[in-house]
C-alpha cells in the first residue's frame, strides 16, 4: 500500500496565522466590547462627563478672574468652580469603580470562554499550545486582555480632551485653534507610532512568557524526576533559558514609551508656547481679556494631553496583544456534533483512511482498521507509532484530519455529544480523578448513576477492597485518599467501567498494575456480560495475548492484524516488546509465546 501524502490542514492553518489570528483577535476584541456594552456605556458616559467638566473649568476659572480684576461680584462664580472641582473629583472615583467592575467582568468572560474551549478540543489544544503556555495565557493574558474596555472608555475620555481643547481656542479665537493645529500632524505621527511599535513589543513579551510558564509546568510535572537526576540546575536554566528575550522586548517596551513621552514633552511645550505667545499679541491688541489668557492657557494644556494618550494607547496596545494570544485558541476550530444516535448494536468500531497531523508529520497515516463488535483488540507498536493518537481519535477525543470513525455503522461526527459520550468510555495510564469524594470522583459525569453501581465497577476493577480500607470509605476525599499508581490505575478502570459504554477504550490502562492484578482485570474485561467492544494499548506481551486480536502499528499504518500467537512467529514483532523485556529478553518472550499459544 503507497503511504498517502500527509494532508495539509494543520500546515495551512499554520501559514495563516498571522492574518487569521489577527482576524480572531479583531472579533474577540469586538465580543468583549459587546459582552460588556453597557458597563462600557456608562464608563463612557461618566469619563465623558468627567471630560465635560474638565473643558467647562477653565472658562469658568477665566471669566471669574475677569470679574475679580474688574472688582465685580463673584462669589457665585467662585462656587461655581468649586463646584466642579467637586463634581470632577466624585466622577473621577465612579470612572475608577466602573473602570474596575468593567474589567473584572470582561476578564471572568474571557476565561469561561478559553477554558470552555480548551475543555471542548481536548487533547488537541495541549498539543498545539502546551499546558504551561494555556495556564499562562488564561491567567496574565485575560487579566490584560479584560482591560480592554476601560482602555477603549479611558482612550475616548483622554481624545475628548485634545479635541474639546482645540474647539475652545477656537471659540476664544480662531488663530489661537489655527496655531495648535499647525503643529497636530506631529503629535498625530508620534501617538501612530506609539500604538504600531508598542503592539510589537507586547506581542513579543507575552510569547516569552508563554514559553517560560510551558516550560515550568512541564518541570513541575516531572519534578520528582529532576530531583532524582540531580539536574535542577540545568532545568533551571532551561526554563528561564527565555528570560534575555523577555529582558530585551521589556527594554523595548519602555524604550518606546519613553521615546514617544520625550519626543511628546518636545513638541507638547512648542505649541503651549506657540498659543500663549499668540494669545499674548491679542491681549496687547485688547482682543483677549486676562481671563481668556489664563482660559487658553489651560485649554492648551488640554489639547497637548499626549501624556493621557500615551498611557491609554500603551494599555490598549497591551490588551490587544494579549487579545491576539487568546484568540490564537479560539480560533481553533472546536469538534461539532450532529443530532443522530446510535441505533441497537454490538460496538462495530471502523476507522476508514484515517490521518492524523501533528507537529507537521502525519502520525496517523490513511490508516484503515475495524474492530468487530463484542471482541477486544490490542493495540501494539513502538513508541511514536500513534496508539494513544488512534486511542484518541477513536472515542472522539479529538478528530482526525482526513478520514471518518464510526461505530455501529454511524460517523462519530454526526452523533450528539451526550449519546457519543455513553456509548464511549476511557480508561487512562494517569487518570485524573476528578471530583470531591471516591465516589464522585468514580461516577464523574455522571448525574444518575446509583451508589450500587459505582460499587460493583469497583469491583470488576479490582478496587473496592483499598477503597473500603480508606477512613470514610466512598466517602473518603480524594485529596485525602493516599494511593499509588497502580490503585490510581484500579481507580480510572472503575470510573470507566461505571459508564458501561458499548465502546472500552483502554490507553495503556494497565500499566501500573502487578501481573496478577492485571490478569485479574483482564478476566474480568473478557468475561463481560454482554460483551463490549475493547480497544486496548498492551505494551506487555502477556496484555496482547489476552486480546481476541492484535493491530501492529507501524509508521502510522496497520502493518499487520491477526493474534497474538500468529504476529509472534515475526521476529520484528517480537522486537516491538524488547524494551518491555529488560535483561530477560528471551525468558519473557518465551512465557509470551506460551501465553500467546494459551489464548
Known amino acids: 500500500m503507497t503511504p498517502s501524502p500527509a494532508p495539509a490542514p494543520r500546515q495551512s492553518a499554520d501559514s495563516r496565522c498571522d492574518g487569521g489570528t489577527s482576524a480572531a483577535g479583531r472579533a474577540l476584541?469586538?465580543?468583549?466590547?459587546?459582552?460588556?456594552?453597557?458597563?462600557?456605556?456608562?464608563?463612557?458616559a461618566v469619563s465623558t462627563a468627567a471630560t465635560a467638566a474638565g473643558l467647562l473649568l477653565p472658562a469658568l476659572l477665566g471669566h471669574t478672574l475677569d470679574l475679580l480684576l474688574a472688582q465685580a461680584p463673584a462669589a457665585r462664580w467662585v462656587a461655581c468652580c468649586a463646584g466642579v472641582v467637586l463634581l470632577l473629583a466624585l466622577l473621577d472615583g465612579c470612572a475608577g469603580v466602573l473602570t474596575g467592575t468593567a474589567t473584572a467582568h470582561a476578564t471572568a468572560w474571557l476565561r469561561r470562554r478559553l477554558t470552555g474551549h480548551v475543555l471542548a478540543l481536548g487533547p488537541r489544544a495541549t498539543a498545539r499550545f502546551g499546558a504551561g503556555d494555556l495556564v499562562a495565557r488564561g491567567v496574565g493574558n485575560a487579566a490584560q486582555a479584560g482591560t480592554a474596555p476601560g482602555a477603549v472608555a479611558a482612550l475616548l475620555a483622554a481624545l475628548a480632551g485634545p479635541v474639546g481643547g482645540v474647539v475652545a481656542l477656537g471659540v476664544i479665537d480662531p488663530w489661537l485653534a489655527a496655531?495648535?493645529?499647525?503643529?497636530?500632524?506631529?503629535?498625530?505621527?508620534?501617538?501612530?507610532?506609539?500604538?504600531?511599535?508598542?503592539?510589537?513589543?507586547?506581542?513579543?513579551?507575552?510569547?516569552?512568557?508563554?514559553?517560560?510558564?510551558?516550560?515550568?509546568?512541564?518541570?513541575?510535572?516531572?519534578?520528582?524526576?529532576?530531583?532524582?537526576?540531580?539536574?535542577?540546575?540545568?532545568?533551571?536554566?532551561?526554563?528561564?533559558?527565555?528570560?534575555?528575550e523577555l529582558s530585551r522586548a521589556g527594554r523595548r517596551m519602555w524604550q518606546v514609551q519613553g521615546r514617544a513621552a520625550a519626543q511628546a514633552v518636545t513638541v507638547?511645550?512648542?505649541?503651549?508656547?506657540?498659543?500663549?505667545?499668540?494669545?499674548?499679541?491679542?491681549?496687547?491688541?485688547?482682543?483677549?481679556?486676562?481671563?481668556?489668557?489664563?482660559a487658553a492657557s489651560r485649554y492648551a494644556v488640554l489639547a497637548t494631553g499626549v501624556?493621557?494618550?500615551?498611557?491609554q494607547l500603551s494599555?490598549?496596545?497591551?490588551?490587544?496583544?494579549?487579545?491576539?494570544?487568546?484568540?490564537?485558541?479560539?480560533?481553533?476550530?472546536?469538534?461539532?456534533?450532529?443530532?443522530?444516535?446510535?441505533?441497537?448494536?454490538?460496538?462495530?468500531?471502523?476507522?476508514?483512511?484515517?490521518?492524523?497531523?501533528?507537529?507537521?508529520?502525519?502520525?496517523?497515516?490513511?490508516?484503515?482498521?475495524?474492530?468487530?463488535?463484542?471482541?477486544?483488540?490490542?493495540?501494539?507498536?513502538?513508541?511514536?507509532?500513534?496508539?494513544?493518537?488512534?486511542?484518541?481519535?477513536?472515542?472522539?477525543?479529538?478528530?482526525?484530519?482526513?478520514?471518518?470513525?464510526?461505530?455501529?455503522?454511524?460517523?462519530?461526527?454526526?452523533?450528539?455529544?451526550?449519546?457519543?459520550r455513553r456509548a464511549v468510555a476511557y480508561a487512562f495510564e494517569r487518570p485524573a480523578l476528578l471530583g470531591t469524594t471516591i465516589e464522585d470522583a468514580l461516577a464523574f459525569g455522571l448525574a444518575d448513576r446509583p451508589p450500587a453501581a459505582v460499587r460493583s465497577a469497583a469491583r470488576r476493577a479490582h478496587a473496592d477492597g483499598f477503597v473500603r480500607r480508606l477512613p470514610d470509605g466512598y466517602a473518603t476525599l480524594v485529596a485525602d485518599a493516599p494511593r499509588s499508581g497502580g490503585e490510581s490505575q484500579r481507580l480510572g478502570l472503575a470510573r470507566a467501567f461505571v459508564r458501561d459504554g458499548r465502546l472500552l477504550i483502554l490507553d495503556d490502562a494497565l500499566s501500573s498494575l502487578d501481573t496478577v492484578t492485571e490478569h485479574r482485570i483482564a478476566q474480568s474485561l473478557l468475561a463481560s456480560v454482554p460483551a463490549r467492544t475493547r480497544l486496548l494499548i498492551a505494551h506487555r506481551p502477556a496484555t496482547a495475548a489476552r486480546a481476541d486480536r492484535v493491530a501492529w502499528l507501524d509508521d502510522g499504518r496497520v502493518r499487520a492484524v491477526g493474534t497474538h500467537r500468529e504476529l509472534w512467529r515475526d521476529a520484528a514483532y517480537r522486537a516491538v516488546f524488547g524494551a518491555a523485556f529488560g535483561a530477560e529478553g528471551e525468558s519473557d518472550a518465551g512465557a509470551a509465546a506460551g501465553s500467546g499459544e494459551r489464548g
Do not use: M, W
Not at 460588556?36 to 456605556?41: P, V
Not at 507638547?268 to 489664563?294: I, M, Q, T
Not at 501624556?307 to 498611557?311: E, K, M, N, P, T
Open 315 to 420: 494599555a490598549l496596545a497591551r490588551a490587544r496583544a494579549a487579545t491576539v494570544r487568546l484568540a490564537e485558541v479560539t480560533a481553533e476550530p472546536r469538534p461539532e456534533h450532529g443530532t443522530r444516535r446510535l441505533p441497537a448494536g454490538p460496538g462495530l468500531l471502523e476507522l476508514r483512511a484515517v490521518t492524523a497531523v501533528r507537529g507537521g508529520r502525519a502520525v496517523l497515516d490513511g490508516l484503515d482498521l475495524t474492530v468487530p463488535g463484542g471482541t477486544t483488540l490490542a493495540l501494539v507498536g513502538r513508541s511514536g507509532t500513534g496508539k494513544s493518537l488512534l486511542a484518541e481519535v477513536a472515542g472522539r477525543l479529538t478528530d482526525p484530519d482526513a478520514g471518518e470513525v464510526l461505530l455501529d455503522g454511524v460517523p462519530l461526527r454526526s452523533l450528539t455529544h451526550d449519546e457519543l
Open 268 to 294: 507638547a511645550p512648542l505649541l503651549n508656547l506657540g498659543v500663549l505667545a499668540v494669545a499674548g499679541l491679542l491681549l496687547a491688541r485688547h482682543r483677549l481679556s486676562v481671563g481668556d489668557l489664563l
Open 307 to 311: 501624556g493621557a494618550l500615551v498611557g
Open 29 to 44: 476584541s469586538r465580543a468583549v466590547l459587546r459582552h460588556g456594552r453597557a458597563r462600557c456605556a456608562a464608563l463612557c
Open 179 to 244: 496655531v495648535f493645529l499647525a503643529g497636530a500632524p506631529v503629535l498625530a505621527l508620534l501617538l501612530r507610532a506609539l500604538a504600531r511599535d508598542t503592539t510589537a513589543c507586547v506581542a513579543e513579551y507575552q510569547r516569552a512568557q508563554g514559553r517560560i510558564a510551558g516550560a515550568l509546568a512541564d518541570a513541575i510535572a516531572g519534578s520528582r524526576t529532576i530531583r532524582a537526576a540531580g539536574v535542577a540546575d540545568r532545568e533551571t536554566a532551561r526554563i528561564l533559558a527565555p528570560l534575555p
